[in-house]
């Protein structure tokens, strides 16, 4: 039996007949009320596509959706069920009458996959094997799949592009690459699938509304999130990881991109499989092409809140690596897609969603 989110969307039962504009196409999206999720949805909706979610909301909260239909005015489909319940999987393919699967659903937490692997491995491995079983039993050809510039491990060299040898440093990363090694044999196999492998760098920043957002539980693993809630009182100040690393100020370099440049993306890669004439597996980084320092990200964040935002050198972490940033060539040749917000907007944008909801959706 499948769940349902209590207080959003619609119940199952009665999915295709609450989804607006049914004319169009209709969207399954995993994973969908998390941070990236929520904002891709909010951007299908707008752009005219039907969308339904497939979220357990182990770590999520279904208050972003009720947020993402009150900004764009539109319903969404909601099914709370786990990615690895093939029949659930298959009734809210069938039941949506989707045509293609943007797939979020997973762990993330690099940190936490050091610790509890195997939880990683069934979550996000055996959770995409699921999926695509279901999609096949379904006879949906066409993924969007979440992948991360991990998979390129320590940098050869910079920028990155798609071609550069992929590895991974950490469990979390493996996973992503098990992924993408796993549509290129489903490809392989069968040239009628379409598969869009997104490989992002670092979203960081909210929908200008305020009203979505990151909401990391417990302790940030991600850097701009630690830095709004040391502004906004949650924390008392920030640790920087190392200032010997050979960049400009000592300190990492990494890539961010607004979440919703990169949730356009998303958009970009369905009009893509949608409008090819074959199948496909193409792997395209979703980045800015430029590097700050967490540095720079402190001081663009204490202009944008108006306040110090306190923080202390720490050692380097174990792991860690100096600098990473992504060359975005292929994604303005392939999907005409390119990241516009600057860094300025990012952490305006994310301190307005911290200062508006200083406990996230809690409050």
């Given amino acids: 039996m499948v769940k349902h989110a209590r207080g959003t969307g619609t119940q199952f039962s009665n999915l295709k007949a609450s989804i607006v504009d ?42 972003a959706l009720r947020r993402v239909e009150r900004i764009a005015g539109k319903k969404l489909g909601v099914v709370n069920a786990d990615v690895r319940d093939r029949a659930a999987l298959v009734e809210a393919l069938r039941a949506s009458e989707a045509t293609a699967v943007i797939h979020f659903a997973g762990l993330k937490a690099v940190g936490e996959s050091v610790h509890q692997p195997l939880r990683y491995y069934d979550n996000n491995v055996v959770g995409a094997l699921c999926l695509l079983e279901s999609m096949e039993v379904c006879g949906v050809r066409s993924l969007v799949f979440s992948s991360s510039a991990t998979v390129y491990g320590d940098p050869q060299f910079l920028p990155l592009t798609e071609n550069h040898p992929l590895s991974a440093t950490n469990p979390y990363g493996r996973t992503k690459l098990v992924i993408e ?51 906004v009182g949650r924390r008392e100040f920030l640790n920087v990881w190392g200032n010997d690393y050979e960049t400009p100020d000592g300190t990492g370099v990494r890539d961010y991109i607004h979440v919703v440049d990169l949730a356009r993306g998303h958009l970009r890669a369905l009009d893509m499989l949608q409008q090819g004439t074959s199948g496909q597996c193409t792997a395209v980084n979703l980045g800015t092409g430029r590097g700050y320092s967490v540095l ?5 964040f204490e202009v944008a809140c108006g306040q110090r935002v306190p923080y202390r050198i720490e050692p380097r972490r174990a792991g860690d690596i100096a600098a990473c940033y992504s060359d975005p060539a292929l994604a303005r040749s392939l999907l005409n897609w390119s990241a516009t917000r600057t860094l300025q907007t990012m952490c305006e944008d994310a301190w307005r969603w911290q200062k508006s909801n200083p406990a996230g959706y809690a409050t």
């Fill in 22 to 63: 049914s004319l169009n196409t209709s969207i399954l999206v995993t994973g969908g009320a998390g941070y990236i999720g929520s904002h891709t949805c909010l951007e299908l909706l707008r752009a005219g596509f039907r969308v339904t979610v497939f979220d357990n909301f182990s770590n999520s909260d279904s208050e």
């Fill in 181 to 231: 090694d796993m549509l290129r044999d489903a490809y392989a196999s069968n040239a009628d699938w379409r598969y869009c492998i997104l490989r992002y760098f670092n979203p960081v920043g909210a929908h200008d509304s305020g009203l979505i957002g990151e909401d990391p539980q417990g302790i940030p693993n991600n850097l701009l999130p630690f830095v709004a809630q040391v502004a």
């Fill in 296 to 300: 720079d990200m402190v001081r663009a």
